[in-house]
């Protein structure tokens, strides 16, 4: 059995065998990969994401997508992960998984170490033409602040992204510095601006399977509560212009501001079921 790392040089050998949304962070900053190769093919597979790498809190691994086809290759899997998340200091590993992950990875991370329960997830998805039709996006007027993102200079953007980094806000994005612009969807993306500077800031991924994320949702002023509404409105009249009706926006109740996004979007919104446990590094 081999264990190779993954990289942006060799991911797209394993097309096929790696869920295309999880595939794409692979060359990200703080993204790790590994897959268990049986004369060449893969039978095992597992995606992480080290968190708080640019803060003084512990650093915690976050698992994202594991797949294994029998517990032998799961096994050599997670002794090279172990060595991994030593080197990256790392005193806790997450995971959060899709409830249709199939049993036999829930039986692995058990046997493995980890406490594993079924829940409702934090990840919520609407089509745009049901949130066009939400009152709160009726009654939001366009003010002359909130611009597109591919309007702004990039300096500007870069000072933009500094400022949020600097004051916490880097939604799920813990790697928002390293993200180049294009990463993000700049005709559907919008910002706030005030006396020059940005103030506000909702930025959106769109991924491979056609999802719009909301990567980053944030506001630097007393007037949080309605900037956020009218960037998001702004936003998604724009990605109308260029999406099909049916096409679904993604949020991640992480934080307060997403889940009071989430609670006015979907006020009878259920997140996506998923498997999620944790364990102890030493």
Not at 38 to 57: L, Q
Not at 68 to 90: G, M, N, P, Q, W
Not at 147 to 160: E, W, Y
Not at 261 to 273: I, M, Q, V, W, Y
Request: hydrophobic letters at 35%; one cysteine or more.
């Amino acid at each position: 059995m081999d264990i190779v790392n993954l990289d942006e040089y060799n991911i797209d050998e394993y097309n096929g065998y790696i869920t295309p949304d999880v595939a794409e962070n692979i060359g990200r900053t703080f993204f790790r990969g590994i897959l268990a190769l049986d004369e060449g093919k893969p039978v095992a597979g597992m995606i992480w994401e080290i968190r708080n790498m640019m803060g003084d809190a512990e650093n915690i691994s976050r698992i994202i997508w594991l797949k294994a086809d029998s517990e032998d290759a799961a096994e050599d899997l997670f002794e090279r992960y172990r060595e991994s998340v030593i080197t990256d200091d790392v005193v806790r590993s997450d995971f959060s998984l899709p409830a249709k992950t199939d049993s036999r990875e829930t039986e692995i991370l058990k046997k493995e170490g980890f406490d594993v329960k079924f829940m409702e997830g934090d990840l919520i998805k609407v089509r745009l033409s049901e949130i066009m039709k939400l009152p709160f996006i009726k009654k939001v007027k366009f003010e002359d602040n909130i611009r597109p993102l591919k309007t702004i200079t990039q300096r500007g953007f870069n000072a933009g992204i500094k400022e949020f980094m600097n004051r916490g806000l880097y939604g799920i994005c813990e790697d928002l510095p390293y993200l180049s612009r294009s990463y993000f969807e700049n005709d559907v993306s919008c910002y706030s601006e005030r006396d020059g500077q940005v103030n506000g800031l909702l930025l959106f991924h769109r991924n491979p399977s056609g999802g719009l994320v909301v990567a980053v949702m944030g506001a630097i002023s007393s007037d949080y509560g309605r900037i956020i509404p009218q960037m998001m409105k702004q936003s998604v009249t724009n990605a109308c212009d260029i999406y099909e009706p049916e096409t679904e926006v993604w949020i991640d109740r992480h934080n307060y501001a997403s889940l009071a996004l989430a609670e006015k979007l979907f006020p009878r919104g259920f997140g996506t079921p998923v498997y999620i446990g944790s364990r102890r590094e030493s």
